[in-house]
């Protein structure tokens, strides 16, 4: 697999464009490449914009999800490309799973790599995972996997079925509620550069489909997992699965249970009890 290595971080709002123009006529099987940036280094300014906007307090170590934006304009890039099978406009975020190796200090160098594996069967068309690793010193410390739904596709013959279930116990005790304003898309955009226009207002969200503008999905898991700071392992696996579409504004509980070591999490309509996000929380 050929690794093409990026001098800058991609422009975001750029590759959201591209992908817009070059949506239609794509197929085939997922490109055999990677993307990867060497020697990056964390702009402190943006962490403490990003801890303020998920609910972390800040520390000498990255938040868990973080290393997600670091990769996530690596990983936006390889899915623009005309030789990626699956128009991007139009993907939704289904699963995501987080191995933290170890805590990783803000002020470490690292080196990022994102691919793209496994494209599969689903009921509703055909799924990709979107994986990513970060190093520091040749030490792996941080890896991540996103999965995204394309409904209507079609995966390649002979594709195993694509696997988007997490399971967690029973959860009827709720913590915390949450009031999420109508701008909350827009400030988890400005630190992380997810600009997809689903979340940014009503009026882009309906351009694609939506009646209302919708949260990120890695914004409710930071979210969930900046509520349990200072009680999570060191080293841990987060898999979460993201379900309904979380609209703005919404009211929406947090409920929590201990389990296995860690955690079990659940977020839901305060009113509707519909479920936005559940997630498991492991020592690894």
Not at 153 to 182: C, N, Y
Not at 211 to 225: E, N, P, S, T
Not at 227 to 239: K, M, Q, V, W
Request: one cysteine or more; proline letters at 6%.
């Amino acid at each position: 697999m050929a690794t093409t290595v990026l001098d800058q971080p991609p422009n975001m709002a750029a590759l959201f464009a591209k992908a817009a123009l070059t949506a239609r006529g794509r197929g085939g099987d997922l490109p055999d490449t990677r993307l990867a940036r060497t020697g990056v280094t964390v702009d402190g300014g943006n962490l403490a914009g990003y801890a303020r906007v998920c609910g972390f307090p800040l520390t000498g170590a990255l938040p868990a999800t973080y290393p997600h934006v670091l990769t996530f304009g690596l990983q936006m890039a390889l899915m623009s490309d005309r030789a990626f099978p699956l128009a991007l406009p139009g993907l939704v975020h289904v699963r995501n799973g987080i191995d933290v190796v170890r805590p990783i200090g803000a002020a470490e160098s690292l080196d990022l790599e994102v691919w793209a594996e496994r494209f599969a069967t689903h009921p509703s068309g055909a799924t990709v995972d979107l994986c990513a690793s970060v190093t520091s010193g040749g030490e792996e410390v941080w890896r991540g996997r996103s999965t995204y739904l394309a409904r209507g596709a079609k995966a390649p013959a002979g594709a195993p079925e694509s696997d988007v279930t997490v399971d967690v116990g029973t959860l009827e005790r709720s913590v915390a509620t949450w009031r999420i304003a109508d701008d909350a898309g827009r400030r988890y955009a400005k630190v992380s550069g997810d600009v997809n226009p689903i979340h940014l207002s009503g009026l882009t969200a309906k351009a694609f489909g939506f009646k209302r503008a919708i949260a990120h999905g890695m914004w409710v898991k930071a979210r969930v997992l900046g509520a349990l700071a200072n009680r999570l392992p060191e080293s841990s696996t987060i898999d979460v699965g993201f379900r309904k579409p979380l609209f703005l504004p919404s009211t929406v509980t947090l409920a929590t249970a201990q389990a296995g070591g860690g955690w079990d999490a659940a977020v839901r309509n305060a009113t509707s009890g519909t479920e936005h996000l559940v997630g498991t929380i492991r020592p690894r």
